[in-house]
């Protein structure tokens, strides 16, 4: 049961253009959305988060967006570099768990930025 | 992530012999996550802890597999009689903070 999906395992961009990584998910309890990058050999890396109560958060070149009614959020990378290559994993979160800040994690998506 | 230290990078183990994972959180942090990445999967939870205290294992496999965060010491995932399907990258992450801070993993290869 994949409650978190990540539908593209990769996508590949030209530097400088937008890059756009798309995450839906199932459960209606989740209420808190992180996107995290992660390079080979290393540790997930957290990038930007939003709570359900906004629809957008910004932070420098990265956008995140959440459309409740569709449970679907997306990450907008501009522009993109080739430092941004990376495995980006999407994941979430209800507050109301009793366990925590349990995350449930996406399949990730591999991101090339082409010079 | 120079925070999480997770130790050994890599481990190395035949099948049936037994592989602990160390995890020293962050300082300041006594909530401790362990989640597992097979190949070409993203993260799964495992186990949440406290200090002393279990709070949530609904993640771990019902045999073989244990974890403990003592009063004293890093967080230890315990995996006894190894199997090939337990190669994986294991991370530890721990909290408060917004999101989490991730160690840089234990990639355990069973041979």
């Known amino acids: 049961d994949q409650q978190v999906k990540q539908n593209s395992p990769s996508l590949s961009v030209q530097e400088g253009r937008i890059s756009i990584l798309n995450c839906d998910y199932t459960?209606?309890?989740?209420?808190?959305f992180l996107w995290y990058k992660k390079y080979p050999a290393e540790g997930p890396t957290f990038l930007i988060s939003i709570s359900s109560i906004k629809d957008k958060n910004e932070d420098g070149r990265f956008t995140v967006f959440l459309n409740k009614s569709a449970k679907h959020l997306s990450l907008h990378i501009v522009p993109s570099q080739p430092g941004d290559s990376a495995v980006y994993f999407c994941?979430?979160?209800?507050?109301?768990?009793?366990?925590?800040?349990?995350?449930?994690f996406g399949e990730g998506t591999q991101l090339t930025v082409n010079p | 992530n120079a925070g999480v230290m997770q130790n050994p990078r890599h481990l190395v183990r035949r099948r049936g012999q037994e592989a602990r994972l160390r995890c020293s959180p962050m300082?300041?942090?006594?909530?401790v996550y362990w989640y597992r990445q097979l190949p070409e999967e993203g993260l799964k939870f495992m186990v949440y802890?406290?200090?002393?205290?279990?709070?949530?294992e609904s993640g771990m496999p019902k045999e073989r597999f244990s974890a403990e965060f003592p009063k004293e010491g890093p967080s230890i995932l315990r995996i006894q009689q190894v199997v090939r399907g337990d190669s994986a990258a294991y991370f530890c992450?721990?909290?408060?903070?917004?999101?989490?801070?991730f160690g840089s993993g234990t990639r355990l290869t069973v041979v």
């Open positions: 459960n209606s309890m989740f209420d808190y």
């Open positions: 992450a721990s909290s408060p903070s917004d999101g989490y801070t």
């Open positions: 994941a979430a979160s209800a507050i109301r768990e009793t366990s925590g800040s349990r995350l449930t």
């Open positions: 802890l406290q200090k002393e205290n279990i709070i949530d």
């Open positions: 300082k300041g942090h006594s909530h």
